[in-house]
């Protein structure tokens, strides 16, 4: 299994930028793909990017899409959440997910098995 912890989240005016960082440990030489999500105060987790590594491909939700950048070394040993232009709407915890194979939708909470315990991010306006 593949350990996660996020890292990188705080307060930041609109406009500003953050990056996010997770760390992922154990059996990441078998990570398929990895994403980000968030969840804001009484919502449902959201998805917000992926990365399937054996290709390179990323693909973004149209919230974030043009604002965020989702990248990673080659070691799947770092995932990276480049956020910028933020805006109030982003406040969420932000949670690092991986599957070691294809399973379910890439951007659905179910297409992972593995999470991290989450980085606050707060935009202030």
């Known amino acids: 299994q593949v350990q996660l912890v996020e890292s990188g989240g705080g307060l930041v005016q609109a406009g500003g930028s953050l990056r996010l960082s997770c760390a992922a440990s154990g059996r990441t030489f078998s990570n398929y793909r990895m994403a980000w999500f968030r969840q804001a105060p009484g919502k449902e987790r959201e998805f917000v990017a992926y990365i399937i590594w054996s290709y390179g491909a990323t693909y973004y939700a149209g919230s974030v899409r043009g604002r965020f950048t989702i990248s990673g070394d080659n070691a799947k040993t770092t995932l990276y959440l480049q956020m910028n232009n933020l805006k109030p709407e982003d406040t969420a915890v932000y949670y690092c997910?991986?599957?070691?194979?294809?399973?379910?939708?890439?951007?659905?909470?179910?297409?992972?098995?593995?999470w991290g315990q989450g980085t606050q991010v707060t935009v202030s306006s």
């Open positions: 997910a991986s599957v070691d194979a294809l399973r379910g939708s890439a951007s659905s909470v179910g297409g992972y098995t593995q």
